[in-house]
């Protein structure tokens, strides 16, 4: 698989966990899946203006008793110098 990409809609009061996935054998396809809770989080404070806040964390139960977190945005922070930040998005 080359990317995956998700995308969260609502559905009839339903969250529904929509998948794309590009294959060189399968070329493109899309699956549907339930989610079993979705959790936003939010920081209240934050030093860096430009650092998104808002973080989706959606918690996938579906099928086994393993719980699957999928965030919507990660970061490292590497180093911290003078105020300076180096960000690594994962």
Known sequence: MEE??????K????LILMEE??????ESFQQE???EEVEEVIYL???????STNMLVLIDNFGS????????YVYRTQEVDSGE???TAL
């Open 65 to 72: 008793a393993r719980m699957i977190p999928h965030y919507s």
């Open 45 to 51: 404070e934050s030093l860096m203006v430009d650092f």
């Open 21 to 26: 996935s590009e294959d060189q054998y399968f």
């Open 85 to 87: 930040y180096d960000m």
């Open 11 to 14: 559905k009839k009061k339903n």
């Open 33 to 35: 899946t339930e989610a």
């Open 4 to 9: 995956n990409k998700k995308l969260m809609t």
